[in-house]
């Protein structure tokens, strides 16, 4: 699983431009299912005929990252930005690749020394900040980057301490991982696999995929804040990292079904799946695009615990990784889904 998400983590694909990281979902796609095309929206879609065609069932996982939009090159050559589902906070003399050719920069901001005393209480908007390639004037930055770039964190996929990893785009990647995983086993129901675009930026590729699959059951994969060392209520605490999976009863999107949730919880006790349930209702997933699509679409969400979330440094432990392939693999082979 780790060679998989090292192989998953190092595409660029900021969300609206997934375009790299797509073509390598679609390769490995083709190894594993029946058939897989991209569609007009940039999702990459994969069948796999299952032991029964009584039911429909799609699976969803997201694979667009958080990440930069360069809207203005300034004369002094410095990149303006807007920051796509980046918390501004935590950007701050990070190091980013922009564009295609990863053009290497640096996020700066005025110096503290320079900022009056309201600027150095408050965290700087994105409006400003800015990105230093190191170019001379606008002349010299436009010759290396454009516009309408996006631009990634770097930061390389590193293990550590008690069996956790650090990588940016963890979230979504683990999932992308869990996902093919599963691909490797046969269904029990004809099953559609969605690679989707644009959750970062509001769930757009998973509701034209649906739209497209007309499933009666959906499964949405993800990686979900984990607030486990947060001085905090334990109720605040989100969920716990080396705890297993993540089984969802609600999120800000999505209400699941007590029925769906009690199905979900008895295949992962059959599959002996390690899982926990999310404690608090922050954050989204796809599953609100989907359960509202069309006349309604039953959906299951499961998923990752994940540290320091939408940052260069997503730190997940890889046991819980492996629970959420064991519990998503279970789903999709059993018939009681």
């Not at 059951?217 to 297993?244: L, N």
């Not at 609100?288 to 959906?299: A, D, F, K, P």
Request: hydrophobic share 40%; charged share 25%; glycine share 8%.
């Amino acid at each position: 699983m780790l060679d998989l998400i090292k192989t998953l983590v190092e595409p660029r694909g900021v969300t609206g431009d997934e375009a790299e990281i797509a073509q390598v979902i679609l390769a490995l796609c083709r190894e594993r299912a029946d058939s897989a095309h991209i569609d007009k929206l940039g999702n990459v879609i994969a069948f796999k005929k299952g032991k029964s065609g009584a039911k429909q069932v799609m699976a969803d996982a997201h694979m667009d990252e958080v990440g930069f939009y360069i809207n203005l090159i300034g004369e002094d050559g410095l990149l303006k930005f807007t920051a796509a589902g980046i918390d501004p906070r935590v950007v701050i003399g990070r190091r980013v690749l922009v564009g295609k050719d990863r053009v290497p920069g640096v996020v700066g901001a005025k110096p503290i020394h320079l900022q009056s005393p309201e600027e150095r209480e408050i965290a700087l908007p994105a409006d400003r900040l800015f990105i230093d390639i190191g170019a001379r004037d606008a002349a010299e930055a436009k010759g290396k980057v454009r516009v309408g770039d996006t631009a990634i964190f770097e930061s390389d996929l590193v293990t550590f301490g008690d069996g956790f990893v650090k990588a940016r785009a963890l979230d979504n990647r683990t999932g992308c991982a869990v996902l093919l995983e599963a691909m490797r086993e046969q269904p029990h129901y004809d099953t559609t696999y969605v690679f989707s675009v644009l959750e970062e930026s509001g769930g757009h590729g998973a509701r034209v995929a649906t739209m497209a699959c007309a499933p009666d059951v959906a499964i949405v994969i993800d990686t979900t804040t984990a607030a486990d060392h947060v001085e905090k209520p334990e109720q605040a605490k989100s969920c716990i990292p080396g705890e297993g999976t993540v089984i969802f009863l609600m999120e800000s999107t999505t209400y699941y079904s007590p029925a769906s949730v009690k199905k979900a919880k008895e295949i992962a006790a059959e599959a002996g799946v390690r899982w926990q349930h999310k404690r608090v209702t922050l954050g989204g997933l796809n599953s609100g695009s989907i359960q509202r699509t069309g006349r309604g679409v039953e959906t299951i969400a499961v998923a990752t615990p994940c540290r320091y979330l939408h940052s260069s440094a997503c730190t997940a432990k890889l046991s819980d990784v492996e629970e959420t392939r064991k519990l998503v693999t279970a789903l999709l082979t059993s018939p009681k889904l």
